[in-house]
């Protein structure tokens, strides 16, 4: 029977935006982190999957914030297998402010069980399923974001050459780095609006996100150049869902999907705010 793996971080300043809010790449690197640890703990480290030439591929992620998390802030995450079968495995994950008990951001990844030698999914071992599951304990989560196949007419595109930085040990863009894609990608099309970085400022306003889930389809390598997609979705109460398609051109494969719902946030308030009507009406 799987248990409980935690783990302290403490918030680097360059972990942070320029508001000293913990930028959501790094609160996936932390997760992704915790993954690899959990495993660890459980005696099945890096060497023991190289050995058998078996690794796990994330295939969807689903991340929700409940609060800013700030530079200087000391977290403790918390992560279990909340269930495995077949090829498929599900890691829970839960932050909290180290001796504060209100979860601040919480998440959930589908990993699937790879042969390295092949690039195939594979049958989970057993001896695995018995290690890892943690059945004791849930995970409640929102209703999942939509995931959109087709981009839509109006979307926003820019172009990204993947580079030395975004590639990790398994030769592909790390998880987390699509993140850093897509966001770079909405501030580029809040520029493109009429919103740009120096607007956002004076009108004392920042567009933070609540909640992402991104679907992972192939994996990008080095040098290839990607198409990112980005246009808005439906509005909600105080900010609206952004979805985002990342293809590769040379061989029209869709690399990942993905939908954020995002919230605007006043920077004199500290506080949720209503959309900005100009930024909400804003055709992009």
């Known amino acids: ?10 918030v680097r300043f360059d972990e942070c935006d320029a ?8 609160l996936f690197r932390y997760l992704q982190e915790m993954a690899i640890r959990g495993s660890d703990a459980l005696g099945y480290d890096q060497a023991w999957y190289k050995t058998r030439q078996r690794l796990w591929v994330a ?10 998390i700030l530079y200087g802030d000391e977290l403790e995450i918390t992560t279990w297998v909340g269930s495995a079968q077949k090829i498929r495995g599900v890691r829970n994950y839960e932050v909290r402010r180290q001796g504060d ?5 919480q998440g959930q990844t589908s990993w699937i069980f790879i042969d390295s030698s092949t690039g195939r999914p594979t049958a989970i071992p057993p001896e695995l399923i018995n290690a ?29 050459k993947v580079d030395w930085l975004d590639i990790d040990q398994a030769l592909h863009v790390n998880n987390a780095a699509y ?10 099309t809040l520029a493109a609006g009429g919103w740009p970085f120096t607007r956002l400022l004076q009108e004392k306003s920042w567009l933070v996100p609540q909640r992402y889930r991104l679907e992972y389809k192939l994996p990008a390598e080095l040098g290839d ?10 509005s909600t109460s105080n900010g609206y869902l952004c979805h985002y398609i ?25 506080q949720q705010i209503t959309d900005p009507v100009e930024a909400n009406s804003t055709n992009w």
């Open 1 to 10: 029977m799987g248990a409980l793996h935690k783990q302290s971080f403490l």
């Open 19 to 26: 508001q000293g809010y913990l930028r959501s790449i790094s």
């Open 225 to 234: 150049i990607l198409s990112i997609s980005v246009w808005k979705g439906n």
């Open 246 to 270: 990342i293809t590769r051109p040379r061989d029209n494969a869709t690399i990942l999907r993905a939908t954020v719902q995002y919230q605007w946030f006043s920077l004199e308030k500290q």
């Open 59 to 68: 295939s969807d992620t689903q991340v929700e914030s409940f609060s800013p």
């Open 132 to 160: 890892f599951v943690y059945p004791s304990k849930q995970l409640t989560s929102s209703e999942a974001l939509p995931i959109l196949s087709a981009a839509s007419a109006n979307a926003f595109t820019v172009e990204k």
């Open 179 to 188: 993140i850093g894609y897509i966001e770079t990608a909405q501030m580029q």
């Open 101 to 105: 008990d209100t979860i601040i951001a």
